[in-house]
């Protein structure tokens, strides 16, 4: 069975720091890998996804990530942090893209930005 | 931007009574789900459903969880009997198809009191 670890419940950093959130996957085989971010009183919007290719994947909001299969991880980063970044992240896993499959979530990390 | 929207936000039931979610789903997408959280913990899928019929469904989804697409527009999900353990935020997604992204909306927040 899929799993996601977010090893990191809470991340403080400074404005215009740089930030990298970890995930950590279990699947035998490619899985499918995506970070959503959860601002406060909103849903889950996406920032990025891996299917194939190029592992380092470009997202909206300077995000991105990268997928390193001999670590089994799929870190989400941002060269410099803006206070609009505070929010909830999550790291997801898909077993394939047939659309019937669902996603597995990791715990989730919570960013906090300071000045 | 076309989003998927749910209603209530916030519910508040007493234990033992019926709720009804409901989700309306961006209109061209063919795959809907709900997924709940419970307060500090990870996101949990709960159902997907393709074709007027649900696909998968996670073991939290018991006899007392049913879903439906009553109308061609609206997706809901029907707890039958809340329990204090309900309490939580239930997201509904949706996606267009095959390998494509699922969107989810803001979610309602239930209190089962």
């Known amino acids: 069975a899929q799993s996601v670890t977010q090893p990191d419940i809470h991340i403080t950093v400074s404005e215009g720091a740089s930030l990298e959130l970890r995930c950590n996957y279990s699947y035998g085989a490619t899985p499918y890998l995506f970070w959503y971010v959860q601002s406060p009183g909103q849903g889950l919007q996406l920032l990025l996804k891996y299917f194939s290719g190029d592992t380092l994947v470009q997202g909206i909001k300077g995000f991105e990530a990268e997928f390193k299969r001999s670590q089994s991880s799929f870190n989400l980063r941002k060269p410099s942090v803006h206070w609009s970044d505070a929010a909830e992240y999550f790291c997801a896993v898909g077993e394939d893209l047939s659309g019937n499959t669902p996603l597995v979530f990791g715990k989730g990390t919570r960013l906090s930005v300071i000045a | 931007e076309p989003e998927v929207t749910q209603t209530p936000s916030h519910q508040v039931t007493q234990m033992g009574q019926e709720v009804i979610l409901r989700c309306v789903p961006i209109s061209n997408h063919l795959y809907f789900y709900w997924y709940r959280q419970i307060l500090g913990q990870k996101v949990e899928f709960l159902v997907s459903?393709?074709?007027?019929?649900?696909?998968?469904k996670s073991e939290i989804f018991d006899d007392q969880f049913s879903v439906e697409r009553p109308d061609g527009s609206n997706f809901t999900l029907k707890i039958r009997s809340t329990k204090l353990e309900d309490s939580a935020m239930y997201f509904c997604a949706s996606s267009e198809g095959a390998g494509t992204e699922a969107f989810f909306g803001q979610g309602t927040r239930l209190t089962v009191v």
């Open positions: 459903f393709y074709n007027n019929e649900i696909s998968e």
